[in-house]
Structure formats: structure tokens, C-alpha cells
């Protein structure tokens, strides 16, 4: 009795520490990653200089302004210019346009207002009929692969878990895909999860 206490208030403590853990350790990573960016500023405006301390994740906050100035910049005529003429000075760099080229259509798929990329969870069978995963909708398939396809196709990534930043890229029949009613962040904690963690149930909306 008394060591089925301890390992119950043993896994307990760990439901608690563990995530706290892996929280604190990203978030420690991203704000290191993000200090970095404060090598962009003349030295006499770094923290350790101007307050005598560093101040930890201060290059969280650079970083932010870079981004959204960068937007703004780029939101206007003369800074949709200067990106053009940048973008045509890296298509002249063998090696380099290949790989800007690549990176940007996935960015500009990915994170675009208007596309349906990962913003819609799909219940696909897979690996075999009768087994069933969540998916993400990723769009259709087009070029010479839609030409070879008969009738509506739809374009699906399929996470592994506990890591979702990997997985298979895979198309199926429009009509052998359920769409389902959670959002991304509910969808990503199941697959994290292992199933563990289960989505609520949406109160349908009246028709």
C-alpha cells in the first residue's frame, strides 16, 4: 500500500515538473536564439553596456521589432520594390536562388492568409484501410500530378507522434476524407498526446 502511494504521488510529481521542464527549456532556447539578433545593434545600446546586466530575452523583443518593421517596410510601394530588386539579386546566385526559391513557396504556402494549409484536421485512413489517423489539409494537387488523377483530389500531411514536425505527405480521394471539428492546436495535442489528451466535443452550430 505505502509503495503504490509513492509511485502515485511520484508519477504526480512528474505530470507537474516534466511539462514545466520542457516549457521553460523552449522557452530558454528560443529567447537564446533570439539574443542573437541583438549582434545586429551597435554595442553601446546592449543592456550590459547601458544597464551593467544583461537582460535575458531582450533579443526577443529586437527581434519583434525587426519582423514588424520588416512587414511594414515591405507593405508599401517603395519596400515591395527594394524586395523585388532582392529577390532578383539572389535569382542570379546559382545555389542560393535554388534554395530561397524553395524555402519561400513553402513560407508563402504556409503562412499565407489565403491558403488552406494546416488550418483544417482531417480523419484519413491510413496506413491501411480500417486504421485511422488525424491528418492536416494542405491543399490540392496540381501540375502534372492532378493531369494522372481522376476525379477531386485532396493534398494531406500526416504527423508521426509524440513529433509532429515530422510525417508523410500523401493525397487522397476528396470523398475518403472526414473533416474534423477542432481546431489545429487541439488536433496537434491529441497527436502529442498519443491520444491521451482528447479534443472537446463542439456543440454543432444551428443550421
Do not use: C
Not at 537582460?55 to 519583434?64: E, F, K, R, S, Y
Not at 500530378?145 to 485532396?154: N, Q
Amino acid at each position: 500500500m505505502r509503495r503504490q502511494l509513492i509511485k502515485r504521488y511520484l508519477i504526480t510529481g512528474l505530470l507537474i515538473w516534466v511539462p514545466l521542464a520542457i516549457t521553460a527549456w523552449v522557452l530558454s532556447l528560443i529567447a537564446g536564439v533570439a539574443d542573437q539578433s541583438m549582434r545586429l545593434l551597435p554595442k553601446a545600446t546592449h543592456p550590459s553596456n547601458l544597464l551593467g546586466f544583461d537582460i535575458p530575452g531582450a533579443g526577443i523583443v529586437v527581434t519583434l521589432v525587426i519582423i514588424l518593421g520588416t512587414g511594414l517596410l515591405a507593405t508599401n510601394l517603395i519596400g515591395q520594390r527594394l524586395v523585388g530588386w532582392w529577390e532578383q539579386f539572389l535569382a542570379r546566385i546559382p545555389v542560393v536562388s535554388s534554395i530561397y526559391n524553395s524555402v519561400k513557396q513553402v513560407s508563402d504556402t504556409l503562412l499565407s492568409s489565403s491558403g488552406m494549409a494546416f488550418r483544417q484536421p482531417l480523419l484519413v485512413q491510413y496506413p491501411h484501410q480500417g486504421s485511422w489517423t488525424i491528418a492536416f489539409l494542405t491543399g490540392e494537387p496540381g501540375g502534372d500530378v492532378a493531369r494522372h488523377l481522376e476525379g477531386k483530389h485532396v493534398s494531406v500531411y500526416v504527423p508521426t507522434t509524440p513529433n509532429p514536425t515530422s510525417g508523410f505527405f500523401l493525397i487522397f480521394p476528396k470523398d475518403q476524407v472526414i473533416e474534423l471539428d477542432m481546431n489545429v492546436d487541439e488536433a496537434l495535442k491529441y497527436i502529442i498526446s498519443m491520444g491521451v489528451v482528447v479534443p472537446p466535443v463542439h456543440p454543432k452550430k444551428p443550421t
